[in-house]
């Protein structure tokens, strides 16, 4: 189990295949193996060297359950690419991983070749930051919603029409919700991090080439919100998928890679 010493934390991470460096970064509550199905082989077919970690707050990476700001993960980022002395590197963020690549490509450009922004924002509209409000309240609240029902509303939230209409994958969805384990300290103080300020000003600065990927049905992060972070960067590209929800880089997977990697292979 390679462990990084990194920002004052131990941070937990995996490499696979060679070739040019990607580093990809999770959302809120995700580990590093969601990344394994789909992402990790699309890239290492592609010639790249593709590194996958635990963002602080999820075990074996240090928990930091008094808390920590985006600041600190982009920094978690900054410390590992520097630690696996990889040089400046294609970052690929989902929702939250999005808002720390966006924040290492601003603070850090001598580490980041590429940003790839998938399911992201530059900012939290009104119902974006009552949905973050509510959910932290429910967890401090000490409320367990049973399992079932918790992953009923994880798919309604998360999932595309096409996804939810079709008996079969809603099934397999609603069975790996349920049995998914609970918010737990780390994920509680990964929680604030949704709380976003208005960013969009501040993007203006980033430099490096950037692709904005947002999913049609996302009810988390919209396509308007994207929009407005791929219109912020100078130059940067938009990519709208079809039918797919927050989820959609693993509903649909082979659009999402071929999106990625034709985007790094113009950057090379």
């Known amino acids: 189990m390679p462990l990084a010493a990194v920002n004052g934390i131990q941070l937990h991470y995996k ?3 060679s070739g040019d460096p990607v580093v990809l970064i999770q959302g809120t509550g995700g580990g590093h193996s969601v990344w394994l199905l789909h992402q990790v082989p699309d890239l290492t077919a592609a010639g790249y060297r593709v590194i996958v970690f635990d963002n602080r707050g999820i075990p074996p990476t240090s928990v930091c359950a008094e808390g920590f700001t985006i600041d600190d993960l982009a920094g978690d980022v900054a410390g590992l690419i520097e630690h696996l002395r990889l040089g400046p590197s294609h970052v690929v963020g989902t929702s939250m991983g999005s808002f720390v690549a966006q924040e290492l490509a601003l603070s850090r450009p001598d580490l980041v070749r590429s940003a790839v922004l998938m399911a992201t924002r530059g900012r939290s509209d009104r119902l974006r930051a009552e949905l973050t409000r509510a959910e932290i309240e429910l967890h401090d609240a000490g409320i367990t919603l049973p399992p079932r029902y918790a992953a009923v509303v994880r798919a309604l939230k998360s999932l595309s029409p ?7 994958k809603v099934a397999d969805w609603l069975e790996l919700f349920e049995f998914s384990p609970g918010a737990g300290a780390g994920q509680r103080a990964q929680m604030e991090i949704s709380k976003l300020r208005n960013r969009l000003p501040a993007y203006a ?3 490096v080439p950037c692709q904005v990927i947002a ?3 996302d009810l988390i992060t919209p396509p308007h919100l994207g929009r407005e972070v791929a219109d912020a960067i100078t130059g940067a590209r938009y990519e709208l998928i079809a039918d797919c929800g927050h989820y959609g880089y693993l509903e649909d997977p082979e659009s999402v890679g071929k999106c990625i990697v034709d985007f790094l292979a113009a950057v090379e």
Not at 162 to 168: Q, V
């Open 162 to 168: 096409r996804t939810l209409d079709d008996e079969r």
């Open 215 to 217: 999913f049609a049905d």
């Open 15 to 17: 490499e696979f295949g």
């Open 205 to 207: 600065g980033i430099t």
